[in-house]
């Protein structure tokens, strides 16, 4: 499907009934990311209407000149919502920068969101400013990484703390289909000129008092996990949970869990 904001063709897919939730994926990939975790835990439960976009510059949505910075970004993502979903309240999740994304928008409508998920979060804009550990590789797979090309090879051992046979036919299948499609100057524009917000996306009246999930990996050189307690204060119903032998795709290295805190998340804002 396509929607027309700011003069931006924003690709998304839309999948079932019911309360909606708005995915946004993080920098380089597209809606695949958040689709290839999120529908096996969303579809099986039912309930829920799932919202998965591209973001500008990634996927299928195409990027406009005016976008320079994550000001910029957010206002595409808060335009998309005001079209798409102009009265109801809705779930957000976000991964990545896609949840730098998601505590903009918490910061911009809090009132309107039922729940927050942030998945392996950008808390802290500037790299080179985050606490992360260095990147290690926990459980190899020298067979595996001997049958792929050496770019593959060498870009799923890079990011990656476990190495197995379907993590990586998940990553091939859900991430590298998006990365192909980035648009690659404007994104490391964007990281190296506009990447941190104007403002602080905590800086809101009160605290977020609906139920929240924060997932880290305890190996994530990306992101890392130590930064999330900056900010934790503000979102006292929020899970912060860190899962060892799980980097920046701990969806793939960590999924049994993950399906497993995602329900929980689900059930606590369904109590709520």
């Not at 579809?43 to 910029?72: C, F, H, Q």
């Not at 729940?115 to 790299?127: D, E, H, K, S, Y």
């Not at 792929?148 to 990656?160: I, P």
């Not at 993950?258 to 709520?272: A, D, I, M, S």
């Amino acid at each position: 499907m396509e929607c027309n904001v700011k003069g931006i063709t924003v690709h998304y897919e839309v999948y079932g009934e019911g309360k909606t939730i708005l995915l946004l994926h993080g920098s380089h990939v597209d809606h695949r990311l958040m689709k290839g975790c999120m529908e096996p835990v969303l579809s099986k439960k039912g309930g829920y209407k799932r919202i998965y976009i591209d973001l500008p510059g990634m996927g299928k949505t195409k990027v406009a000149e005016w976008i320079t910075n994550s000001d910029e970004m957010l206002a595409v993502v808060l335009a998309f919502i005001e079209k798409i979903l102009p009265i109801e309240n809705f779930l957000l999740a976000g991964q990545s920068y896609g949840g730098y994304l998601a505590r903009g928008v918490t910061h911009k409508m809090a009132n309107r969101i039922d729940g927050l998920f942030l998945l392996c979060p950008a808390i802290i804009a500037n790299i080179k400013e985050r606490d992360i550990p260095s990147h290690v590789i926990l459980t190899e797979d020298d067979e595996l990484l001997a049958e792929l090309e050496v770019a593959e090879a060498e870009g799923f051992a890079s990011m990656h703390v476990v190495q197995s046979r379907d993590i990586w036919q998940r990553y091939r299948d859900e991430i590298v289909c998006g990365l192909k499609l980035a648009d690659e100057p404007f994104l490391q524009k964007l990281q190296k000129q506009g990447y941190a917000f104007s403002f602080d996306p905590e800086d809101f009246e009160g605290t977020f008092t609906k139920p929240a999930l924060v997932l880290a990996g305890r190996q994530d050189a990306s992101v890392g996990y130590k930064d999330v307690w900056r900010i934790l204060d503000k979102y006292p119903r929020a899970a912060f949970v860190v899962l060892d032998k799980a980097g920046h795709h701990l969806q793939l290295e960590q999924a049994d869990v993950f399906t497993c805190l995602v329900e929980e998340w689900l059930k606590r804002v369904e109590e709520g």
